[in-house]
């Protein structure tokens, strides 16, 4: 199919909400991707995050043709062995991460899944209300984690949300220290703020903000949806700051291109009640098996390494530009926000015009999320391109 007919029939059926751009995606392999007209493009968005592995990693595709001849979805209620393996290896994964002595994990389809679960677990876990959130964070669509989303353009079409949520200035102590009380269930962060403009937090923020949460009985989440399984350098963005929340919640990579979600909290917390959260497609059988493919490729390429080797390049570079209409390269690992003086809307046009696929992070901020895997060839000429294109 050429793209008009694309065209044509998606947007006769599309229910809208979505922007699209004006290009057929049909085909994407490492960190490269082609359209319906045979143009090709350097993936610098990542699949909006998810592409940490790259697209089709041949590992994950051998895992997930494996795993569908055998057994793709059945009973939650059933025990299963991918899924049992899948979480021995992420398990060991992240207590090394987060040093917990022990975790326990739910699965889910979705980031925003994921931010759900941790939310209704605190508020089962303290029996308390309320959710203290920052500013300029995202944390997803449905409505609780929506709730906890502070953009307006994203919350007030579906406005009364979830009642007992605030948001406060993101990594500013004192702001969270005047609204944490007994009645704090949980305050729910991202180590680097991705939708919100790609905005890192301070360590002595992240270390103040464990310490007043401990201090009040409330638990800390941290959002690593975007920043987890690599992207930042680490497999957990919380490592830099030798952060140890209560809750963590994964999505986008962990699937290797499958829809997943996952809530993991420190053991000591114990489980939710029997019977009182699920999901029926969470943690089925393929998207275990392709998780796990993830977690392997993640260790024998170390692609967190080589984040923070190519991360570290790429922004170097991008200061080093003589362009006047950038202010600042700000970012962690192969995370990458540059704020620009002018709208970045026409300047993704004009990047995609010339093979380099990007995304925006607010009105005027090139947001950078390349698969891991990238060549640094690749990213020499995405520099380049950007360079053309602002001046």
């Not at 326990?104 to 303290?126: D, M």
């Not at 949460?213 to 941290?222: D, K, N, Q, S, Y």
């Not at 170097?316 to 709208?343: F, H, N, P």
Request: glycine residues 10%; charged residues 20%.
């Amino acid at each position: 199919m050429n793209y008009e007919e694309i065209y044509g029939l998606e947007s006769t059926y599309t229910s809208g909400g979505v922007g699209r751009r004006p290009v057929a995606l049909v085909k994407a392999q490492g960190a490269r991707l082609w359209d319906s007209e045979g143009n090709e493009y350097i993936d610098c968005a990542g699949a909006q995050g998810w592409a940490n592995v790259g697209h089709s990693h041949p590992v994950v595709t051998k895992a997930i043709e494996q795993q569908l001849h055998t057994y793709v979805a059945g009973q939650e209620s059933s025990y299963n062995d991918q899924r049992a393996l899948w979480m021995r290896d992420l398990a060991e994964v992240l207590e090394t991460s987060l040093n917990w002595d022990s975790s326990y994990i739910h699965p889910s389809n979705s980031g925003t899944e994921a931010i759900e679960a941790a939310l209704k677990f605190a508020r089962y876990n303290t029996g308390r209300p309320n959710i203290i959130a920052a500013m300029r964070g995202f944390h997803g669509r449905t409505m609780g984690s929506l709730s906890a989303t502070w953009n307006k353009k994203y919350r007030e079409p579906f406005e009364p949300l979830i009642p007992g949520i605030n948001h406060v200035p993101y990594d500013n102590i004192e702001a969270m220290a005047e609204v944490i009380d007994d009645q704090t269930a949980a305050v729910l962060v991202e180590i680097v703020q991705g939708e919100g403009g790609v905005f890192p937090g301070s360590g002595e923020y992240f270390a103040a903000l464990r310490e007043l949460c401990t201090e009040r009985g409330a638990l800390l989440i941290v959002d690593e949806i975007q920043t987890g399984v690599g992207r930042t350098g680490r497999w957990l963005a919380c490592e830099h700051h030798q952060l140890s929340p209560d809750i963590v919640s994964l999505g986008k990579s962990i699937g290797g291109g499958l829809p997943m979600g996952v809530t993991v909290w420190r053991g000591e917390l114990g489980q939710f009640k029997s019977g009182l959260h699920g999901s029926t497609f969470g943690g089925n059988p393929l998207v275990c098996a392709a998780s796990r493919a993830v977690i392997e490729v993640m260790a024998e390429e170390q692609l967190p390494q080589r984040a923070e080797m190519l991360g570290a390049w790429t922004r170097d570079a991008i200061e080093s530009l003589s362009a006047r209409r950038i202010r600042e390269v700000r970012g962690m690992g192969l995370m990458i926000g540059v704020e620009l003086r002018t709208k970045v809307t026409p300047v993704l046009q004009k990047l995609m015009e010339r093979g380099v696929w990007a995304l925006p992070a607010g009105l005027n901020v090139l947001r950078l999320l390349p698969p891991l895997v990238i060549e640094q060839s690749d990213l020499e000429r995405v520099v380049e391109v950007i360079d053309d294109v602002l001046k």
